[in-house]
Nanobody, 126 residues
């Protein structure tokens, strides 16, 4: 059974950093795009960042560009989201996602991904 397992969430002060790993279990996603999304209370789930299988030319939402970095370790079947200069508006449940086809197609849309993690809460507050 395929599982994506996020971790690393928690409470952080504004301006602080946080790193979220997402490990894939049950199959390899070394050749597949991986993504991060988030959902704040009362809002739709929104795109955050996406990575090609090679990790080159990552794609970011404008709201996180320059502050967040997506990276991946294909040997560990894991993708990471490094979040710096966090703001209260970054508070949300963060979800990782994986595509099973290996196709880089509209990576900012939810329909581009076949597998989702259970989410990890990130709260930015003083």
């Amino acid at each position: 059974q395929v599982q994506l397992v996020e971790s690393g969430g928690g409470l952080v002060q504004p301006g602080g950093p946080l790193r979220l790993p997402c490990a894939a279990l049950g199959r390899t996603f070394r050749s597949s795009p991986r993504g991060w999304f988030r959902q704040a209370p009362g809002k739709e789930r929104e795109f955050v960042a996406a990575s090609r299988w090679s990790g080159s030319t990552p794609y970011y939402a404008d709201s996180v560009k320059g502050r967040f970095t997506i990276s991946r370790d294909n040997a560990k079947n894991t993708v990471y989201l490094q979040m710096n200069s966090l703001k209260p508006e970054d508070t949300a449940v963060y979800y990782c996602a994986a595509d099973r086809t290996g196709t880089w197609y509209h990576p900012s849309t939810r329909s581009a991904y076949d597998y989702w993690g259970q989410g990890t809460q990130v709260t930015v507050s003083s």
